[in-house]
């Protein structure tokens, strides 16, 4: 779990178990990382979708976008790919 999720997580964790708060809407899931490949984090992903999202709100995941290989300035400039499939999710809501 990267630090800035369990900031979120932690942030939000009693907002979340609030029975007088819902949070309804659409959310996407997109995780960066160095490592080559868009695999690698799969398991990872599947964890982020299931906290806080699956468990603890009313919101429909979209989709999930896993990008590797962004790891210097514009490397994610040059993943045309992720990028054409970034705009597809975002289509999505």
Do not use: C, W
């Amino acid at each position: 779990m990267t630090a800035q999720l369990k900031t979120i997580i932690d942030r939000f964790y009693s907002v979340f178990n609030n029975p007088d708060k819902h949070f309804k809407g659409k959310v996407a899931i997109i995780l960066t990382h160095a490592y080559p490949g868009n695999d690698f984090y799969r398991s990872y992903m599947d964890l982020v979708k299931a906290q806080p999202f699956e468990n603890n709100t009313e919101m429909e995941i979209v989709d999930t976008l896993e990008v590797g290989g962004v790891k210097f300035i514009g490397d994610a400039d040059k993943a045309e790919d992720a990028l054409k499939n970034a705009y597809k999710i975002g289509l999505k809501f």
